[in-house]
C-alpha cells in the first residue's frame, strides 16, 4: 500500500501579521512566515509527522514551484510533481490584530495544457488496488473542474482508495466510483445540493445523502463547531476547543491528513475524529502547521458523540 497526495494548484502561502492594515500608506507588519503549501501538501506533511510516507503529485512551475519541491525534499516527502510553464502561485493571508480581521489574497496559478493533464492521469493509472489517493484544493487555469470525474473513475478501476477534498460541483459526478471519503464544509454541502444548510440535523442530512450516492466515508469539516463523520458505522460528532484562532487556512487539511493516519493506524473512530479535531485546532491556533506538541491538552477539551 502506499499513499500519495495530489495538489493541482501548488501554493507558498506568505503569512503576515500587523498590528493595523490602512489604506494608501506603508504598513509595518510585525511578523511574518512563508511556507510551502496547497492542501495535498498539507496532508502529506501532516502524514510525514505521524509516520506516513506519501508521494505528492501535482503541477509545479518555476522558481517558486522549485522552493515546494525542495522543502518537501528537506521533510524527507518524495514529490513526483509533472513540470509545467509559469510560476507556482503565491498567497498572501493577514491577521489584523487591532480588528481581529482575517484577509486571505489567493492566486490563480499558472495556465496548465492538456499534455501535463495527461501525464498526471498517467502517473495515477499507474497507482496499484490499495493505494491511497488524496486530490485536494482549487485547479489551475487550463484545468477542468471534470477533471476530477476522470481521476474517480481511474482510482475505481484500479481499486485505489479516492479521498477528495474539493469545492467543485463535479464531486457529485464522482459519486458513482465510490469515493473512499469526501471532506466538504458547510458552504460545500450547500453549493452541491443546492440548499441553504445550518443546523445540525442539516449537515446530518446531507451527509447521509452522500452515503447513499456512493461515498463510503463523510468528514464534514464546520469550522469552530467541529467536525461531523459519518460511514456505515453511524454518525459520530466533536466539538473544537478553545483557543485564539490565528489563521484557518491549513486547520481543514489538518484534520484531514491526521484522520487519515488515523485510519492506516486502525485507531477507533471516536479516537481517531478527537485527535484530528484536536490538531486542526492547533494548526488554527498558530501562523502555520501544527507540530503537535499541544494536541494532547487540546483533546481533553473534545467530547466525541455516537447520534443513537
Known amino acids: 500500500m ?16 500587523t498590528d493595523e492594515l490602512k489604506p494608501f500608506v506603508v504598513n509595518r507588519t510585525k511578523d511574518d ?14 502524514l510525514k509527522m505521524l509516520g506516513i510516507d506519501s508521494t505528492a503529485l501535482g503541477f509545479q512551475a518555476g522558481f517558486t514551484g522549485n522552493y515546494i519541491e525542495d522543502f518537501l525534499q528537506e521533510k524527507q516527502i518524495n514529490a ?48 496499484q488496488a490499495g493505494d491511497y489517493l488524496c486530490v485536494s484544493g482549487s485547479f489551475p487555469q487550463g484545468v477542468s473542474s471534470s477533471v476530477l470525474v476522470d481521476i474517480a473513475k481511474v482510482c ?49 442530512f446531507y451527509g447521509k445523502e452522500l452515503l447513499k450516492q456512493g461515498a463510503e466515508n463523510v468528514l464534514i469539516s464546520l469550522g469552530s463547531e467541529g467536525a461531523i463523520l459519518l460511514n456505515k458505522e453511524g454518525v459520530f460528532g466533536g466539538n473544537t476547543p478553545e483557543g485564539k484562532v490565528v489563521n484557518t487556512a491549513c486547520s481543514g487539511d489538518t484534520l484531514l491528513g491526521t484522520f487519515l ?10 479516537d481517531n475524529l478527537k485527535l ?4 486542526g485546532s492547533s494548526t488554527a491556533f ?19 458523540q455516537k447520534e443513537e
Open 2 to 17: 502506499a499513499f500519495y497526495t495530489c495538489t493541482l494548484n501548488l501554493a507558498i502561502d506568505l503569512f503576515i501579521e
Open 33 to 46: 512566515d512563508i511556507q510551502a503549501n496547497g492542501k495535498g501538501v498539507n496532508v502529506s506533511l501532516i
Open 80 to 127: 513526483d510533481f509533472v513540470e509545467v510553464p509559469g510560476f507556482t502561485r503565491i498567497n498572501v493571508f493577514t491577521q489584523v490584530n487591532q480588528t481581529k480581521e482575517e484577509y486571505k489574497l489567493v492566486n490563480k496559478g499558472p495556465r496548465i495544457s492538456k499534455e501535463a493533464i495527461q501525464k498526471l492521469l498517467d502517473q495515477i493509472r499507474n497507482l
Open 156 to 204: 475505481y478501476e484500479r481499486k485505489v482508495h479516492l479521498i477528495i477534498d474539493s469545492s467543485y460541483l463535479d464531486v457529485m459526478d464522482c459519486l458513482t466510483y465510490q469515493p473512499f471519503l469526501l471532506k466538504p464544509n458547510e458552504e460545500e454541502l450547500a453549493l452541491w445540493f443546492g440548499k441553504k444548510i445550518e443546523t445540525q440535523e442539516d449537515y446530518i
Open 261 to 270: 493516519a488515523g485510519i492506516l493506524k486502525e485507531k477507533t473512530i471516536e
Open 276 to 279: 484530528s479535531l484536536a490538531a
Open 286 to 304: 498558530r501562523k502555520g502547521l501544527t507540530d503537535f506538541s499541544d494536541v494532547d491538552d487540546l483533546q481533553r477539551q473534545i467530547t466525541i
